[in-house]
């Protein structure tokens, strides 16, 4: 249940060190997938963790990896996969805060880079690698100048993304670089594990090795539909052929009110054309806003999302590119401009806000050709 009693980090066996570090970040007691899963992680298991949006996921595996770093500091001593390259610099950033006492050096292997500089990074021996399949698989079968073959942890973050088939060539070139399991620890973890667990289990487990599984939402069917109870979710209907104005309508309802005008806001669309369109009209009609898709250059993906975070603009314009493991505070508001068709893609949008406890806002316009999908 998520209402039950919370441990203390004391409790559950963290050391001072690292209590001091979360604490000066805000973090004053262990959410609740933080209490379930660090101590299994502390025992050495392998551990699968699925919990709603917003619940503190990248400390439950950063930390039991920090605390082992601290006792035997060598090389690269961990690699964490995430499916997208804004995602894996924010774990490198939160990596980075609260292993500060250790002088941890970190590298991040994503995309947008130029291949050869970025290929020296891994070279150099960071502690933690943060990579997206596809870049590190083509650095693994393109150089030798680095080796993954003594890490004690493997991290999957958003897990069931990665192992839903799209990224299953550039894993398998990843674990075959990999010790064999029974000589690391695997964490995986998502907000909706459910259709992909069964996959997970059998890439963790080796013979007489079961896994740490915890689910916050309980086994029950609704597991992969739950939303946090801070989250208002709302729909608007409207005809097809004036979509676009009742979407610009409900923006400018929100921002010319006296709650709306210091709140962010992401939109999700469809595609890549759609996202780079709205945020140009929406720009144009008096409410500056920036677009996240994948057709942009890394530098400008990064400093899109960049402007936002610091309010530079209110408004994110993205398409699912940003709906996995984003954590900006103060987002208030998720716009999805159409109804997704697959169940946890709503609940990773609307994840984008409602997060650490907070309220939060989720309107999605619907129209005559999306009620079935509703």
């Not at 933690?128 to 399949?133: G, L, N, S, W």
């Not at 806001?265 to 996240?292: D, E, H, N, V, W």
Request: with cysteine; aromatic share 6%.
């Amino acid at each position: 249940m998520e209402d039950e009693e919370l441990l203390s980090f004391e409790e559950i066996g963290i050391k001072s060190w690292l209590i001091r570090q979360c604490r000066g970040m805000g973090v004053n007691r262990p959410t609740l997938v933080q209490s379930k899963c660090i101590p299994a992680a502390l025992k050495g298991c392998d551990v699968i963790g699925c919990s709603k949006t917003g619940s503190g996921k990248t400390l439950a595996f950063a930390i039991p990896i920090l605390q082992a770093l601290s006792e035997d500091p060598y090389g690269i001593f961990s690699l964490i996969l995430t499916p997208t390259r804004e995602l894996a610099v924010q774990i490198s950033d939160q990596f980075r805060a609260v292993g500060k006492p250790l002088n941890l050096r970190d590298c991040v292997v994503v995309g947008g880079r130029d291949m050869v500089m970025q290929g020296k990074d891994p070279s150099k021996k960071p502690h933690i690698v943060i990579a997206t399949p596809g870049r590190l698989a083509d650095h693994l079968q393109s150089c030798d100048t680095f080796s993954l073959k003594k890490i004690k942890f493997l991290v999957l973050d958003e897990a069931d993304r990665l192992v839903d088939g799209g990224f299953d060539g550039q894993l398998k070139t990843i674990f075959s670089s990999l010790p064999p399991t029974e000589q690391r620890q695997t964490f995986y973890y998502s907000a909706t594990l459910s259709d992909s667990l069964q996959k997970i289990k059998e890439l963790s487990v080796s013979k007489g090795r079961e896994p740490f599984v915890w689910q916050s939402c309980g086994d029950d069917q609704k597991s992969d539909i739950a939303t946090v109870k801070g989250l208002d979710q709302r729909y608007v209907l409207t005809p097809s052929d004036a979509k676009d104005a009742y979407l610009a309508q409900v923006v400018r309802q929100h921002y010319d009110s006296e709650d709306g005008e210091k709140d962010l806001t992401i939109i999700f669309t469809r595609t890549c054309k759609l996202c780079q369109l709205l945020a140009m009209t929406l720009t144009s009609l008096g409410y500056p806003s920036s677009a996240l898709h994948s057709m942009m250059a890394q530098k400008e993906r990064a400093l899109s999302l960049a402007k936002f975070r610091s309010s530079q603009v209110k408004i994110l314009v993205a398409t699912d590119l940003a709906s996995r493991g984003l954590d900006i505070p103060d987002v208030q508001l998720v716009l999805n401009h159409n109804v997704p068709h697959v169940t946890k893609d709503y609940i990773h949008r609307v994840g984008r806000t409602a997060r650490a406890g907070n309220q939060g806002r989720a309107i999605t316009i619907v129209t005559q050709y999306d009620i079935e999908t509703l």
